[in-house]
């Protein structure tokens, strides 16, 4: 018996649309289109246990100036058969509103889960708290060092109709933790994404994101297509 239909994962998509449009109705905001790029390579050093490097490059005000570059190192460990954990470095050059960049180090940790529900769709969860550091270069502009903490939760449907192709829309919601003036809801991606399986090695991903910030006296609302390239060494 099938659990979940066609019509189903059109009904959760064309919900994912409506969400977007009716959020950008809301109050005024900043938009921004946004382009994100970058590879992964991922290595199994033994069963259930793999690491991963990562270099991305992403680019925002109409996708002409960088916004951030960062380096990512990982590594995880599935528990069982539904549960998997992570944790991994991030090392990011991000561009300040005076045009020096700055460096940031982050921290997290991971907790995930997936169930496959038949051959063709597959659930997934994952759960991330994560610190970040930023450091201010030696100039006249420089502030000082900040420290933020952040939970993030996000929820895939994965609908694979054939062998090599697998659509995937997620939603993740971004939550402050240790702000001065408490903790708040920060946060909303919604993603909508294409894999595709090149071989047995090499994978490519495709997607729209739309970004949407809350609790902010301004808050921005971004668009973004991403393009990347993940090969398993």
């Known amino acids: ?3 979940i239909d066609k019509t189903t994962v059109r009904a959760f998509q064309i919900y994912c649309f409506f969400l977007i449009f009716f959020s950008q109705l809301c109050v005024a905001q900043e938009n921004d ?3 994100w790029t970058g590879i992964q390579v991922e290595k199994e050093l033994f069963k259930d246990f793999s690491i991963s490097f990562e270099e991305e490059l992403r680019l925002n005000e109409n996708a002409t100036s960088i916004s951030s570059i960062f380096t990512q190192l990982g590594v995880s460990y599935k528990i069982h058969k539904y549960l998997n954990v992570g944790v991994a470095y991030r090392f990011v050059s991000v561009q300040n509103r005076y045009e020096y960049f700055d460096t ?7 907790l995930g889960t997936r169930k496959k529900i038949n051959k063709k769709i597959t659930l997934k969860a994952r759960t991330r708290i994560q610190q970040s550091f930023t450091n201010a270069l030696n100039n006249e502009f420089k502030e000082p060092e900040t420290s933020k903490w952040a939970w993030r939760n ?3 449907f994965d609908y694979r109709p054939k062998k090599d192709y697998t ?6 919601t971004y939550n402050r933790l240790n702000d001065s003036e408490g903790n708040y809801f920060q946060k909303l991606r919604i993603t909508q994404a294409l894999d595709y399986r090149i071989n047995k090695k090499m994978d490519l991903t495709i997607f729209y994101r739309f970004e949407r910030e809350f609790n902010a006296n301004l808050p921005g609302q971004n668009s973004i297509v991403g393009l990347f390239y993940k090969v398993e060494i």
């Open 154 to 156: 996000k929820a895939t």
């Open 167 to 172: 659509f995937a829309t997620s939603i993740e």
């Open 33 to 35: 289109f946004e382009f």
């Open 1 to 3: 018996m099938r659990l």
């Open 104 to 110: 940031k180090n982050r921290y997290q940790v991971d």
